[in-house]
């Protein structure tokens, strides 16, 4: 595997400046050295060849990107010439999606169960669903995809393309597992969750009746993908929160 490929994979990936302290263990194991494992040493001395070298690569004028050091460390930038059509594409951009926890599991539900019902959403949560329906179909995330064949015929929801669109899915199949989900709700999200508006929203007992009807009233606040632009002092970097997926044609 090529190292200025690894390099370059990761400081397109970090947030934040890149050290080689970071660098160096992510990528030591697969440089080939004299004795086997090659010490810190070479190591580093690859490694910043290889940087010398990616940067020297995005130098060109074919490149509209480039990596410089800043902070003792290594990122990548949009060159200073492309400030304004960064900008301009920036401000082009819907605003990102902000999404509470109640919305968020509700979402997920659907995304994994779809087609389902309010009343099945709200017995997996173990909390009254219907106001949260509301905001997931004003953000156009979900859909209605007709009724259950069953008493009260309740509507059933699905997930849309703008939610793939939204998490950067292909489509359902790429969806995470359910464990892999809740760690990425725990670690990606817990500190960037929108409280719910309202206590009732989170703590509402699940009613037995088979209406199914969301609620238009409650729309709770939203969260999701930002995105931000960058150029010299402009950066530009997108995340997507991960979830569920996929609308039926």
Known sequence: MSLKAQLEAIIYAAETPVTLDQIIPLVKQSIP???????????????????DELAADYSSADHGIEVRQVAGGYRMSTKPEQHDVVSAFAKSLKPPIRLSLPALETLAVIAYKQPVTVPEISEIRGVDSSGVIATLLDRKLITTAGRKAVIGRPILYKTTKEFLLRFGLKDVTELPSMEEFEKLVAESFQGDLVPAQSAEEETTPVPNASDSTPDASSQPPAEESQTTARSEGTEMTETSAAHPPDEAA
């Open 33 to 51: 050295g004299e004795n086997g494992v090659p010490s810190d040493t070479e190591v580093k001395s690859l490694v910043r060849a290889a940087l």
